[in-house]
C-alpha cells in the first residue's frame, strides 16, 4: 500500500468513526427518548438496555466503517485504471 493510500485510509476511519458516532447519537434518541447511551459500567441501567445499545452501536460503526472503506477503494482503483 502506498503512503498516500494509508494516509487516505486513516482519514477514512476517523471520517468513519466520526460519522458512525453522531449516527448513533440520533438513533439512540429516535430509539429510546434518550440523549445518551448507556455505558457499559452505568449500573443505573439493566443489562437489557446495556446490551442493546452496544449492539445497535457495533452494526452502525461496522456499516459506516464498510461503507467508506469500500468507497475509498473504490475510488482510489478507479484513479489508478485512468491513470493506467
Known sequence: MRSVEKVASLG???LSATLAAALFKRVWKAASGQDDAPDADDLERGWAEILVAATVQGAIFGLVKAVVHRAGA???????????
Open 74 to 84: 473504490q475510488t482510489f482503483r478507479r484513479r489508478s485504471a485512468a491513470k493506467g
Open 12 to 14: 477514512m476511519g476517523m
